[in-house]
């Protein structure tokens, strides 16, 4: 399943859970009876629409992380680096991907391309980064990190602490 699917369905049991007991109290109470057609309505547009806005607000983002474009993203507020990648084995790729794997949750990978496309966790606080890798031949790679929401002032120093990680996943000696 897609990572926008899985958030479009976990903000929306969050909004459920939110609602059930809202309606629970509410009855309780207040001894309002709703009809059923009532709260399938009120849930509608408080419980689908809202993680519906949410999901369309970042889904180009989130599309772009598990596509197969092997392209470098253009998105704004993003940070580009030029990283020495030190491999102790001949297979660089496998190692990189091996690297990236263990401090990241790899969302795509593509061994002809050379590419891994990576993204930090997802909070209700913080959105998270996502990050992208291509591996190039002098023994450097190229990184870039985008936020979720670039109008963030946290997301950019999150952006920063991710890019300094990379360095030293990447690069433990350096």
Known sequence: MKFTTKLFLAWMFIFLIFYITVIAIISLFWGIRIQFWQLLLVFFIAGVLPPAVITWFFYKRLDYMESENPDPPAFSGQKK??????????????????????????????????????????????????????????????????????????????????????????????
């Open 81 to 174: 680096a030029l990283l020495a990648f030190r491999a102790r084995s001949n297979n660089l790729y496998a190692e990189m991907l091996q690297k990236i794997d263990k401090s990241f949750i790899v969302s795509y990978s593509d061994k002809e391309a050379r590419v891994v496309k990576f993204r930090t966790d997802c909070r209700i606080m913080s959105w998270g980064v996502c990050g992208y890798v291509r591996l190039l031949d002098d023994g450097k790679a190229e990184a870039i990190v985008y936020p979720m929401n670039a109008d963030s002032k946290r997301e950019e120093k999150i952006l920063l602490q991710t890019l300094r990680l990379l360095k030293s996943v990447l690069n433990p000696q350096g």
